[in-house]
């Protein structure tokens, strides 16, 4: 049996459907500003998109204002979107508090702009990182190893260090990662035991077992809810109050 030829209009059928589909879901991972800086570029330039995104701009004047209007101030909250989107003022009011998230960032980012955060000269400095190094597949090793070099930069500038869990996201929007995820935070675990750092595993709260962060807690998967950073707030209130 011979099989039947595909009529010649099928033939670019097929590859034209596999390409729109391998664009949106490129663009869309893009989009979500879900993919580290370091990798944004080649993905734009594969997409055939504008060198420079929307949200790469914005994480750069970000940076830009942190650098031209440095603060000082008792906290600093240092991580990705999911500590960039809070509005810290509201949840913390009675809390002198810099925001040092920036959408997108892996830790290997934020070490990159370490001088950022150093110059808040925080009495406590809460890191949450690693969702975004999740993303993009890197190694275990490397993220503990960048978390490393951040805990003890923040410890030899006199903040107390508070490392937060990577939060896990909801299984159907990121499927197998939370393996990796929990295979992290074992690692940051012991990494704030060894640096003599304090452990806040916000997962204990967020997510349930099997399921990844509850559906309360987050809009997309990922980020969260109002109620999501009322579970955060609380579970980072009694070292705000320590002396």
């Not at 942190?66 to 009011?93: E, H, K, N």
């Not at 001088?115 to 949450?128: E, H, K, N």
Request: hydrophobic share 45%; aromatic share 6%; with cysteine.
């Amino acid at each position: 049996m011979h099989p039947v030829p595909m009529p010649h209009a099928g033939r670019f059928l097929l590859p034209a459907l596999c390409a729109v589909i391998g664009f949106a879901l490129g663009a869309s991972i893009v989009g979500l500003g879900l993919v580290p800086t370091s990798w944004s570029a080649a993905i734009r330039e594969a997409l055939g998109r504008p060198a420079v995104e929307p949200w790469a701009r914005e994480r750069d004047a970000r940076i830009g204002q942190y650098r031209a209007f440095p603060v000082r101030s008792d906290v600093a909250m240092v991580g990705d979107s999911l500590t960039a989107f809070a509005d810290w003022a509201s949840i913390l009011p009675d809390v002198r508090l810099a925001n040092r998230g920036v959408n997108g960032d892996t830790t290997a980012d934020t070490l990159s702009r370490l001088d950022t955060i150093l110059s808040v000269r925080a009495r406590i400095a809460f890191i949450q990182l690693g969702v975004n190094d999740i993303a993009a597949g890197r190694a275990v090793d490397a993220i503990e190893a960048d978390y490393r070099r951040l805990v003890i930069a923040l410890k030899d500038a006199g903040s107390r260090v508070v490392v937060l869990s990577t939060l896990e996201c909801a299984r159907d929007r990121c499927g197998d990662r939370t393996a990796a995820t929990r295979a992290l935070n074992g690692r940051l675990r012991g990494l704030a035991r060894e640096l003599q750092a304090d452990w806040v595993d916000l997962n204990a709260i967020l997510s349930a077992p099997g399921e990844g962060l509850r559906p309360q807690y987050t809009y997309d998967g990922v980020h969260l809810t109002a109620a999501g950073y009322a579970a955060w707030r609380d579970a980072i209130g009694p070292l705000l109050t320590a002396r």
